[in-house]
């Protein structure tokens, strides 16, 4: 069966038959598998753990699945449920090897860079415990330091770009930046 045919039908929902026997084929029938499906393994993958994981553990999903091919029996079931079987180990690994990192960092006591994955999870965490007690603390700014703050920090704007928004000088978006971080600072430490 010539590969055009063979993924037209696979795109369709058919041939099981032919994909196993795709899969004991070379690169070029193995094609068809990852085509018909790679978005299903990802789905379930990216539910499992991280975006950026999902994508690394997905690809390597096929990666494993080709190596192992001449593993696959029909007999024993079908394609779909052996590359879920297979995502399922590697994600079951990765968890793993994830947990052994993060039990490591806590042993070392040292914080984690702040670029680092694991500098980004700590922040992501310490955020959402802030959140209730941050959220309380806005409440208590005027309209402009809040804006300037929630600039600076969520759009990540510089000075000049913060007054060139609000239509303020320079000055004043220092003098509202101080104040409000000022407040914060009072508000969230008598909390």
């Not at 959140?131 to 804006?147: Q, V």
Request: charged fraction near 30%.
């Amino acid at each position: 069966m010539s590969r055009s045919l063979l993924e037209r039908r696979c795109r369709m929902g058919e041939a099981t038959g032919e994909l196993s026997e795709a899969l004991h084929g070379g690169p070029e029938e193995f094609t068809a598998v990852y085509d018909r499906y790679f978005h299903d393994v990802y789905r379930y993958v990216a539910g499992r753990v991280d975006v950026q994981a999902a994508d690394d553990l997905a690809a390597e999903t096929f990666l494993v699945a080709f190596r192992n091919r001449r593993r696959f029996d029909p007999a024993r079931g079908s394609l779909r449920p052996w590359l879920f079987g297979v995502a399922t180990n590697l994600v079951r690994r990765h968890r793993r090897d994830e947990l052994r990192h993060y039990r490591a960092l806590a042993r070392a006591g040292t914080e984690p860079d702040a670029d680092s994955h694991e500098g980004q999870v700590v922040a992501a965490v310490s955020a959402q415990a802030l959140r209730p007690r941050l959220a309380h603390a806005l409440t208590k700014l005027n309209r402009g330091e809040r804006d300037v703050l929630l600039l600076l920090a969520l759009g990540q704007l510089t000075h000049e770009e913060i007054a060139e928004a609000l239509g303020v000088s320079y000055g004043t978006v220092g003098s509202r930046l101080s104040r409000g971080r000022a407040k914060l600072r009072d508000v969230l430490e008598e909390r």
